[in-house]
């Protein structure tokens, strides 16, 4: 009798163990690394009906539902001009948030000068650095979103070595009226124009405050050049819709929902260096980790960090949400290798970009160029979901607080390229 009764209670465990095992392939994946207290309780309805964090209470900013058209959208030319002879020729730094303003200038100088772009370059810092725009852009996808607007090559007809050009420097959101009267008399008299941007701080923001002053819209070709020309090639594409699948899955308790965080330790170290009184805009992985919370962020969200590898300063920000991740440790063994991931940057600045542009909420912590274009791809999109821990009183719990001006205010310039 005892044997039959320790062989029903093998028998009992046996099949409790296989229910387990069958919930956990029905999610399609095994739980992460940390496993929490199995002695927490999960309010399971809140789960099933929330996102990641109660957001009706937003006044509807937070779930914004724009019905905005894009002006970019509108046919914008119904002639195919006669190119002028010559070239626009630029090139474009290892940074991504950059690549859509450069490629705005270069697509509107080329415009309205009558020339021909020349597909660019991708050049890092160092001397002889550098990919080509394939190795990271879908070419045809460029090429054909310009079709009945300019004209682009993918190489000069003429030997580089051999191309005489005049180099531009043009402003951040560079004017139609600035190129007729400044650039088109230098170019009708030198032929090619290498164009470069002005990316510098002061020059970005007098751009902003000109179109927040003046209310002028973004020009309808740097509209398109920005939203409706850019996709990753095949392969990158789909090695960052892999990792954000993995993040997904990794988010069962959020319905899937993530949040992405640029937090870089020696960005946020060198803002804060020599500031003997820590401002609102100086944070360490821990006040990050301590804001999400003290808004309402679960223990249990899925985090992903920009930052590259791990460091020390993180596990503080790992203890109060131990769904914390870097790419390096959701990307694939052999995409690592493929991508050269921690020792090229250009492909882990594509990554995260990516991932910040397409997560369910999108978290910055250093103002800049990175943050702001990110936000203009997360508006073209409608993933409005941007908090901005600098926003505000500082001890303030409630989300409706630390939502981004760009969205709060609407003062992006991303708005303006919709009608």
């Not at 951040?172 to 032929?191: C, H, N, R, Y």
């Amino acid at each position: 009798m005892a044997r039959d009764v320790r062989q029903v209670v093998a028998g009992l465990l046996t099949g409790s163990m296989l229910i387990m095992l069958c919930n956990m392939v029905k999610r399609d994946h095994f739980d992460p690394i940390y496993v929490e207290n199995l002695s927490v309780q999960y309010d399971l309805v809140k789960v099933s009906k929330q996102s990641l964090v109660k957001l009706s209470d937003s006044g509807g900013i937070w779930r914004e539902n724009f019905s905005l058209k894009p002006c970019w959208r509108k046919p914008l030319s119904t002639t195919n001009e006669e190119q002028a002879k010559g070239y626009i020729f630029f090139n474009l730094t290892d940074n991504p948030e950059d690549h859509i303003t450069q490629i705005a200038s270069a697509v509107v100088v080329a415009k309205y000068v009558g020339a021909t772009l020349v597909l660019p370059e991708i050049r890092g810092t160092q001397t002889g650095q550098k990919r080509q725009f394939g190795d990271i852009y879908d070419i045809e996808r460029f090429m054909t979103s310009l079709d009945g607007t300019i004209q682009v090559v993918k190489v000069s007809p003429m030997e580089a070595s051999k191309v005489n050009f005049t180099n531009i420097k043009v402003p951040f959101m560079v004017t139609k009226d600035l190129i007729e009267s400044k650039i088109q008399p230098i170019f009708k008299a030198k032929g090619n124009l290498m164009l470069t941007t002005n990316l510098s701080p002061s020059t970005i923001s007098k751009a902003k405050e000109i179109i927040k002053k003046d209310n002028i819209k973004m020009d309808p070709y740097a509209c398109l050049a920005i939203f409706g020309s850019l996709e990753l090639q095949q392969e990158l594409n789909q090695l960052v819709s892999s990792m954000i699948g993995t993040l997904r899955s990794l988010s069962y308790k959020t319905n899937g929902q993530f949040v992405a965080v640029d937090l870089k330790v020696e960005a946020l170290g060198n803002l804060c260096k020599g500031n003997v009184i820590k401002t609102k805009d100086c944070f360490n992985a821990k006040d990050i980790g301590e804001f999400l919370k003290k808004i309402g962020y679960q223990r249990h969200t899925t985090i992903y960090l920009t930052q590259s590898g791990w460091h020390s300063s993180l596990d503080d920000f790992r203890k109060i949400f131990p769904n914390t991740f870097t790419k390096d440790a959701i990307i694939p063994a052999y995409e690592k290798a493929k991508y050269q991931i921690t020792k090229s940057s250009d492909f882990e600045k594509v990554i995260d970009f990516q991932i910040c542009t397409q997560a369910d909420v999108f978290v910055p912590t250093i103002s800049n160029l990175f943050y702001t274009n990110v936000v203009a791809k997360r508006i073209a999109s409608g993933k409005t979901e941007v908090l901005d821990p600098t926003q505000k009183d500082s001890t303030s719990s409630s989300i409706i607080n630390y939502v981004s001006p760009y969205i709060s205010k609407k003062s992006h310039w991303a708005y303006s390229c919709f009608c």
